[in-house]
């Protein structure tokens, strides 16, 4: 078979798994983001009042950053799993075991675009426009699969010998969201605690919200090179390293599944 028709078969078969036996079907899309910001709005934006430091509705701010933040955590979850959750193909057909953790792209994509869509709805509703800057968002939702993929690989080996891995990931999801500008912009963060501004922007997904609110809300959110810069440096380096690094021990993988 060739392997990029595994590939496809791959992404097709998790496509439908995710949704196979569900009441909502792909619904499930609509409601997760939709739902989370909500959530969000309420806790940060009334309870917290953020909302009236902002001169748009809180949710066109916090819908960016949960799209981002949920497609970038599903892959990264997705990715660390794809090796013990395929153990059966892995152990009986031979191929090149990178195929697994990037057939979930797809997946992803779908429901990324499917949030996009909502968050389009809501510019409607409130009459904002994005301008042109839109054009560039594909840009750091690809820098954000890429910065999932340069952990994800890693974990993914990892998560083969040592299951604590799989245990591990969700925890430092559920952590990492409150140290992401996800509910909230990373300006607060700068005006409000301006000695850890400079250790929040090193987190990757802190370049990937800033880009995505750039390129959506336009002048509402201003373009940040200090979250944007360490952005590329991780993802370039962890994805030559982590790809290395799978490539290196996927001949292994049978011994341990």
Not at 40 to 51: D, I, M, P, R, T
Not at 69 to 98: A, C, D, E, G, M
Not at 185 to 194: A, D, L, M, Y
Request: aromatic share 20%; charged share 10%.
């Amino acid at each position: 078979m060739d392997y990029r028709e595994l590939f496809w078969i791959l992404a097709k078969r998790d496509i439908m798994v995710r949704y196979k036996q569900t009441i909502f079907g792909v619904l499930w899309s609509v409601i997760k983001p939709l739902v989370s910001a909500f959530a969000y709005v309420f806790a940060f934006g009334f309870v917290g009042n953020l909302a009236q430091q902002t001169d748009i509705p809180y949710i066109l701010i916090v819908l960016p950053g949960t799209i981002l933040w949920l497609f970038f955590s599903q892959s990264l979850q997705t990715i660390s799993l794809s090796i013990v959750v395929n153990n059966n193909l892995v152990s009986k057909v031979f191929f090149p075991r990178i195929i697994i953790p990037f057939s979930s792209f797809f997946l992803g994509m779908i429901e990324l675009a499917i949030s996009l869509v909502i968050f389009l709805f809501f510019c409607i509703y409130y009459d904002f426009f994005p301008d042109y800057k839109i054009i560039f968002a594909p840009i750091f939702i690809l820098l954000a699969y890429i910065a999932a993929s340069g952990i994800g690989l890693f974990a993914a080996v990892l998560n083969v010998r040592y299951r604590d891995i799989g245990q591990l990931i969700p925890f430092i999801l559920q952590f990492g969201m409150f140290i992401s500008p996800v509910a909230y912009t990373s300006g607060i963060v700068e005006s409000g605690k301006p000695h850890l501004y400079k250790f929040f922007v090193l987190n990757p997904v802190t370049g990937c919200i800033d880009g995505l609110r750039w390129a959506l809300l336009g002048d509402n959110a201003p373009f940040r090179w200090e979250s944007f810069t360490p952005l590329l440096i991780f993802s370039f380096i962890s994805i030559i390293l982590s790809i290395r690094f799978f490539r290196k021990h996927e001949n292994s993988f049978v011994d341990y599944i």
